[in-house]
Nanobody, 126 residues
Framework: QVQVVESGGGEVQAGGSLRLSCTAS???????MAWYRQAPGKGREPVAC????????YYADSLGSRFLISRDNANHTMFLQMNNLEPDDTATYYC????????????????????WGQGTQVTVSS
């Protein structure tokens, strides 16, 4: 069973930065990984996706260029660098892996992902 663990969340003031990490167990054989987030009282929304070799990153349109997704396969880890954070970025951030679906234009569907982490909380104060 693949285990996925997020870390790096915390509280930051608006305009600040955070770097989230997602580590998958060594048995992971994913073809893509993604970040999602869920704010209180809202549904889970896609943030970004990246292919196994770092190819084809996709981002939610609403983020502009503030977030950057990357991965380090040698350490089974994916990252989300979040800059110029806004209060609306406050949410629990989740990591997910896909065994079958590449990171393509259809990346946002949650049913593409097989394993999910428990989430890491990000709070941005104004």
């Amino acid at each position: 069973q693949v285990q996925v663990v997020e870390s790096g969340g915390g509280e930051v003031q608006a305009g600040g930065s955070l770097r989230l990490s997602c580590t998958a167990s060594s048995s992971s054989d994913d073809v893509a990984m993604a970040w999602y987030r869920q704010a209180p009282g809202k549904g889970r929304e896609p943030v970004a996706c990246i292919g196994r070799n770092g190819q084809s990153p996709y981002y939610a349109d609403s983020l502009g260029s503030r977030f950057l997704i990357s991965r380090d396969n040698a350490n089974h880890t994916m990252f989300l660098q979040m800059n110029n954070l806004e209060p609306d970025d406050t949410a629990t951030y989740y990591c997910a892996t896909s065994l079958y679906f590449l990171c393509t234009s259809g990346w946002k569907g949650t049913n593409r992902y097989n394993h999910w982490g428990q989430g890491t909380q990000v709070t941005v104060s104004s």
